[in-house]
């Protein structure tokens, strides 16, 4: 299998078990309401599993992104700032007489 296709599908199964701990502290916390809500309907079951599936869909996307970025290089890699020297440099402005001459 390409290192490429490894890589994908180890993050999006990661974001998948990051949306199941996500869901189920959703449930656990009784958010919104939602254990009552599943636990009394005769389809609970796959209200969780619908649930959890688009949680992790966002999830894993999200999780493909970042392991994506971290990869790159950065590319500065010499010295940074340093003790910048601030120059006082006198300029000379010309100031317009406004009521006029008296």
Request: aromatic residues 8%; hydrophobic residues 60%.
């Amino acid at each position: 299998m390409p290192r490429i296709v490894r890589f994908y599908i180890m993050h999006c199964i990661i974001g998948f078990a990051i949306a199941a701990a996500f869901v189920a502290a959703l449930l656990w916390t009784n958010t919104a309401n939602l254990w009552h809500l599943i636990s009394t309907s005769d389809i609970g079951v796959m209200a969780v599993v619908v649930f959890w599936v688009l949680n992790g869909i966002v999830f894993a996307g999200v999780q493909s992104a970042i392991a994506i970025m971290l990869l790159a290089e950065r590319k500065d890699k010499g010295p940074k700032g340093g003790a910048g020297i601030s120059a006082a440099v006198p300029a000379k402005a010309q100031v317009a007489d406004i009521q006029g001459s008296r």
